[in-house]
């Protein structure tokens, strides 16, 4: 099964801080083994919202809205994408990541993910008889 592992990011990232280096070198290692393993499938960090845009339709008219976007309550800082047999190994990786970050950042460190289960387009096909 696919999860998608996301992270919140905090005010200094929305600040446009670059992470902190002992973190990133600490996370080198750690996801070269989660790649190496196959759990793995992709990662990467997002720009703050300062960067982005919103897009939205309704009744047919198209509005973009250029960044920042102070109104976010909980912006995506970065994600992973993990190919794993559960929802508790998906939940026992982000912990795992989650742990990382605070071994290197202190125990005041906090943050939150959100696991869910990815769906592809097998969702959607009727079972063959």
Do not use: W
Not at 66 to 76: L, N, R, T, Y
């Amino acid at each position: 099964m696919k999860f998608m592992l996301m992270i919140n990011g905090d005010a200094a990232y929305e600040a446009g801080q670059p992470p902190n280096p002992q973190l990133m070198a600490a996370m080198g290692p750690y996801v070269e083994k989660m790649a190496q393993s196959g759990v793995l499938v992709e990662t990467a960090g997002l720009l703050p919202t300062s960067h982005g845009s919103r897009m939205t339709v309704s009744g047919g008219a198209f509005t973009v809205t250029d960044g920042p976007f102070s109104e976010a309550k909980e912006v995506i800082g970065g994600y992973a994408i993990v190919e794993v047999e559960s929802k508790e190994e998906a939940l026992a990786v982000s912990r795992d990541f989650l742990q990382l970050h605070v071994d290197v950042l202190g125990s005041a460190y906090t943050a939150v993910a959100e696991i869910r289960p990815m769906m592809g387009m097998t969702c959607f096909t009727p079972a063959q008889a």
